[in-house]
């Protein structure tokens, strides 16, 4: 497992608007990275904000692996194993005044025939999962750190995330390139 370096507004943004609040709310996520046996990777993506990013979200217990299992169903349709965590970060959001605690799985798709338990909110905003080659993925974050780079993306939590799940992604890459 890789501990990331903690991730603040100087990061994400070019001249951050929000100043450093004095105390900051926790907050534990979760964050997978999906397989499935034919080597695609699985992402969720909505027109609203247009980037492809890493299932997952708030965790409702104590029990993170448990949490990845019940949000790759929630949002990626799928039922999964957690196979093991790839890294941590910490990011400390400045709009919301929220320390995030986020730890990224690595989880392998076991049944891909479950009821769709998206949210109200989720599906009113069209979130759908994308299945992706390594090369896609990797092309596609490219692009989106350039729509940030170029203030292209207007979602502030967005923009972190596509960040965060940059380095999340890269992780992962890195030690599947040290097991081999």
Not at 44 to 53: A, D, G, Y
């Amino acid at each position: 497992m890789i501990i990331l370096p903690d991730l603040h507004d100087k990061d994400v943004f070019a001249n951050p608007e929000f100043v450093t609040p004095e105390s900051f709310t926790e907050r534990k996520t979760v964050k997978a990275i999906i397989e499935k046996v034919d080597g695609t990777f699985g992402f969720v993506s909505n027109p609203v904000h247009k980037c492809t990013l890493l299932a997952g979200g708030g965790a409702e217990s104590e029990d993170l692996e448990h949490e990845i299992i019940r949000e790759c169903i929630e949002e990626a349709v799928v039922v999964v194993e957690a196979v093991g965590i790839i890294a941590k970060i910490t990011e400390y959001r400045n709009r919301q005044a929220t320390k995030y605690d986020t730890t990224c799985f690595l989880v392998k798709v076991t049944d891909e025939s479950v009821i769709d338990q998206r949210t109200k909110e989720e599906k009113e905003n069209g979130l759908q999962v994308e299945w992706l080659e390594k090369l896609e993925a990797v092309n596609r974050f490219h692009e989106q750190l350039v729509r940030l780079k170029n203030r292209e993306l207007d979602f502030y939590n967005t923009a972190f995330n596509v960040v965060r799940d940059k380095m999340f992604w890269d992780s992962y890459n890195s030690s599947v390139l040290a097991s081999h």
